[in-house]
Every structure is written in structure tokens, then in C-alpha cells.
């Protein structure tokens, strides 16, 4: 649904900031250039991605 959609969108989003920080990319936080921060945030674009992927699946469905 709706919320889904939006949920991994916003988790997406997040995660690709962490990983920017991870490999020195994004400057001027404590999470800088340190690569777990670029492995945890591949982690959590997977999830926002598969969120996506789910809410537009259940959205496609009518429900009962």
C-alpha cells in the first residue's frame, strides 16, 4: 500500500546518504569514511527496495 511504498522510498533515501558517508563521499559526520556505514546502507536500500516492490505488488491486488 501507500505507506509502503512511501516507507521504502524514505529507507532508500537513507541508505544511500549511508552509504555516501561510509566511503567519504558526504563529509562532516562521525560516520564518515567508515565503510560499515556503506555496507549497512546497501543494506537498508535492499529493504527500501523490497518495501517498494511489496507495496506496489499488494496495491495491484483487490482486497476482500
Same mark, same amino acid.
Given at each position: 500500500?501507500?505507506? +509502503?511504498?512511501? !516507507? /521504502?522510498?524514505? $529507507?532508500? $533515501?537513507?541508505? #544511500?546518504?549511508?552509504?555516501?558517508? @561510509?566511503? @567519504?563521499? !558526504?563529509?562532516?559526520? =562521525?560516520?564518515?569514511?567508515? *565503510?560499515?556505514? !556503506?555496507? $549497512?546502507?546497501? %543494506? $537498508?536500500? #535492499? #529493504? @527500501? =527496495?523490497? %518495501?517498494?516492490? =511489496? /507495496?506496489? +505488488? +499488494? +496495491?495491484?491486488? *483487490?482486497? %476482500?
Amino acid at each position: 500500500m501507500l505507506v +509502503r511504498v512511501v !516507507a /521504502g522510498v524514505v $529507507l532508500g $533515501l537513507i541508505g #544511500a546518504l549511508w552509504i555516501l558517508q @561510509g566511503i @567519504g563521499v !558526504a563529509k562532516g559526520s =562521525a560516520m564518515t569514511d567508515h *565503510p560499515i556505514w !556503506a555496507v $549497512l546502507g546497501a %543494506l $537498508l536500500v #535492499a #529493504a @527500501g =527496495a523490497w %518495501l517498494v516492490v =511489496a /507495496g506496489i +505488488r +499488494r +496495491r495491484g491486488t *483487490p482486497s %476482500l
